[in-house]
């Protein structure tokens, strides 16, 4: 294994490194630019990845295109929380993303988009406009009245092919 704090084998230029290096800053340096995300959460690193050769041990090797993700992202950087991921994963692991529960289905709206093969954007205006979760997954014609918000949606129905229409505003 590597000594001298990983700069011998795993060297200070070695992805896992870069990442052990990039975990603490962002946890422990007040003065990091993100730390309010981190640190200034409250996030942690615990005790033993203070050593990078036990980060090295407990992740293993970076590999190819993955980067460092907390499963929990408001939980601390520990052996049971963090892994390699994609950055698809990544980004659908992330506080502003908008969990939706349908019929006692819980799932990101992105996911719901993906499986109902409806536009993210028309299923996020469905939900600022104040609509069910049912109508929001909808394939269903919806309209709603002008400038409105707080306007109930309408089905229409026709004999079309299900498609939202939104009317300018």
Known sequence: MAKNNGNTIHGSRSPEYRTWSGMLQRCKNK??????????????????WHKFD??????????????LDR???????????????????????????????????TKLLVEWAEQKGICFNTMRERIYRGFPPELVISNKILTWARRKRSA??????????PVLTLTPR
């Open 71 to 105: 499963i929990d992202n408001n939980g601390n950087y520990e052996p049971g929380n963090c892994r390699w991921a994609t950055k698809k994963q990544q980004a659908r692991n992330m506080r502003p993303n908008i969990v939706l529960t349908v019929n006692g289905e």
């Open 31 to 48: 003065k990091y630019t993100k730390y309010h995300l981190y640190g200034g959460r409250g996030i942690t690193v615990c005790e033993r």
């Open 152 to 161: 109930k949606p309408r089905i229409r129905k026709t004999a079309r092919k």
């Open 54 to 67: 036990n980060f090295l041990v407990d992740m293993g090797p970076r590999p190819e295109g993955l980067t």
